[in-house]
């Protein structure tokens, strides 16, 4: 029993390992990422089947691989659905398909590009919605069952299953060509896959609901597949500018929670607690994304910005000024609301809470800020350094009203009491 209990977390292991690679190569072949996961599901069952029994291989990834091939030539031979893909891609090449094992072994053995860039263009194709390009990154490239990713996301298993259905689907109706854009394309292509590696870890790193303001697992997988991504890409500035990001901000994931799971604030954080490792790795993923052709994009001047605050010993030693001038760049090249929220916190820290207040006020109306929490508990913070506690309050209290984390609310209902109770104080004897 030990020894199938053992051989089922080999299985488990290896498939988190090979997984996206294994259908990957499985993709480039049958053009149908759908397709590609079943083909690696049925080797995954095979071996829940064969290893307990006759141990684990040697190297477990080429069995699952060949395996797979297998079970793709066997639907080959008898699968009109199978069948009728391969004289599609005959016809696209202009040759005729073969229907020969041995050809199409050689075929899966071709170098077509990077397997693992190409699968990652394909599941953050624009076609796709940003939260079904999450799902479909997790799901292929990440491993995840679709049970983990619902948990991970809170959302309903059979939500993110339609999801994943559906998503499979549209690539396969539009036949999407599974392959790395070059040039232009790549650039223009890239931004999307960025974007789902950030809203992997944003979603890691503050949790937008739940019970826990830190999901782990998840910054941990984004950092994988943006070291991934930057090592495929070594041109790219802006691979290296988000794992830059990614890195710095994940080096202070152990100080940001309290002894009770609780969030603590950027500021309050004990910073010897902050990883050297990753800040380290950040920095230099950072004078990567400097050293090539250009400015520095917006992930790479969010890393800037991440490692002034990382070189900082101190909270009070803070380049807030050098901060505000690179928030001021970044306003200029990406304009949006956040952004602005954001260089307000940073002109209130360089100049007085008087100026990060002016640009609050003037952003408040903002449609992409209505229901944002972070607004309300941003001016509320400005408000209690100028001392105007009643306002502050019921700042907090409303953005206490409009997270659906359950530690930040508790977080935002303590400064509630902190500025009201020292509002109360300062009226007594």
Known sequence: MAGEADARVAVETVWRIESARLIAGLARMVRDVGLAEDLAQD???????????????????????????????????RDATFQRKGEELAREVGIQFAMERADFEAALEDEVGDDLLGLMFICCHPLLSPAARVALTLRLLGGLSTAEIARAFLAPEQTVAQRLVRAKRTLRDAKVPFEVPSGSALRARLPSVLEVIYLVFNEGYAASSGEDW????????????????????????????????????????????????EPVLLLDQDRSRWDPLLIVRGRAALQRAEALPGPLGPYGLQAAIAACHAQALRA?????????????????????????????????????PEAGLELIDRIAGVPALRGYHLLPSVRGDLLAKLGRGAEAGAEFRRAASLTANERERALLERRVTEVEGRRQGSCGP
């Open 43 to 77: 080797a995954l069952l095979a071996a829940l089947g064969r290893w307990p029994q006759s141990g684990v291989p040697d190297n477990p990834g080429a069995w699952l691989m060949a395996t797979a091939k297998n079970r793709a030539i066997d639907l080959m031979r």
């Open 214 to 261: 830190i999901r782990p697992a998840l910054c941990e997988e984004a950092l994988r597949l943006g070291r991934v991504l930057a090592e495929l890409l070594p041109g790219e500035p802006e691979a290296h500018g988000l794992i830059a990001l990614l890195e710095i901000q994940a080096s202070r994931s152990s100080a940001r929670l309290g002894p009770g799971g």
């Open 316 to 352: 009070e030693d803070t380049d807030w000024i050098k901060i505000a001038a690179l928030y001021d760049a970044l306003s200029q090249l990406t304009p949006s609301a956040i952004v602005e929220l954001n260089r307000a916190v940073a002109l209130g820290m360089a100049f007085g």
